[in-house]
T-cell receptor, first 113, second 115 residues
Framework: DTEVTQTPKHLVMGMTNKKSLKCEQH?????MYWYKQKAKKPPELMFV???????INESVPSRFSPECPNSSLLNLHLHALQPEDSALYLC????????????FGPGTRLTVL | QQQVKQSPQSLIVQKGGISIINCAYE??????FPWYQQFPGKGPALLIA?????SEKKEGRFTISFNKSAKQFSLHIMDSQPGDSATYFCAASIGGGSTLGRLYFGRGTQLTVWP
């Protein structure tokens, strides 16, 4: 298995909802990332997990809560989001957190009403 | 402060032509330079990457040229095809230290190849 999968593909939620995004990889990668991408912009790093431990939090608001239950799985829990949080949320993984190639999933298109 | 500067912002090329996208950086600690291709509604796909110990890397129709002294690198797409129409991002990262592994992206180039 040589890909990163993300579910759901699309998500529409209200500002009071709680939802979760899921990311999975079975390549034996030990670093996993969450990015946010707005239209016509490059991906912006949100969080990095290395060996299931949170290594980087790019000052992301607490309404975004990451979780790494095991080395293959990465979740992003969403609560009380704002309309400006609407974006493509991308998960990526790399063999290790040391400049290795990062492989991206297809993303979850999130719309906050 | 943008760590990697990319140009042009958009590029229109005729089918069969050569597409050239340029990137420049300042931080000499960067030691890994990937290019990503992204189609609308999809995640970025790693296209080709280079490390600073080589000046050129070719994979099929895609070539990276790297000029360490000028701190510039570029992507050349030979025999451009309509299926190459996408957004291309250059990036750079450092293999060690506190910023290890972090990808610094350019702003992207929207490539359109006319049939």
């Amino acid at each position: 298995d040589t890909e990163v999968t993300q579910t759901p593909k699309h998500l529409v939620m209200g500002m009071t909802n709680k939802k979760s995004l899921k990311c999975e990889q079975h390549m034996g990668h030990r670093a996993m990332y969450w990015y946010k991408q707005k239209a016509k912009k490059p991906p912006e790093l949100m969080f990095v997990y290395s060996y299931e431990k949170l290594s980087i939090n790019e000052s992301v608001p607490s309404r975004f809560s990451p979780e790494c239950p095991n080395s293959s799985l990465l979740n992003l829990h969403l609560h009380a989001l704002q309309p400006e949080d609407s974006a493509l949320y991308l998960c990526a993984s790399s063999l290790k957190y040391s400049g290795s190639e990062q492989f991206f999933g297809p993303g979850t298109r999130l719309t906050v009403l | 402060q943008q760590q990697v500067k990319q140009s042009p912002q958009s590029l229109i090329v005729q089918k069969g032509g050569i597409s050239i996208i340029n990137c420049a950086y300042e931080n000499t600690a960067f030691d890994y330079f990937p290019w990503y291709q992204q189609f609308p509604g999809k995640g970025p796909a790693l296209l080709i990457a280079i490390r600073p110990d080589v000046s050129e890397k070719k994979e099929g129709r895609f070539t990276i040229s790297f000029n360490k002294s000028a701190k510039q690198f570029s992507l050349h797409i030979m025999d451009s095809q309509p299926g190459d129409s996408a957004t291309y991002f250059c990036a750079a990262s450092i293999g060690g230290g506190s910023t290890l592994g972090r990808l610094y992206f350019g702003r992207g180039t929207q490539l359109t190849v006319w049939p």
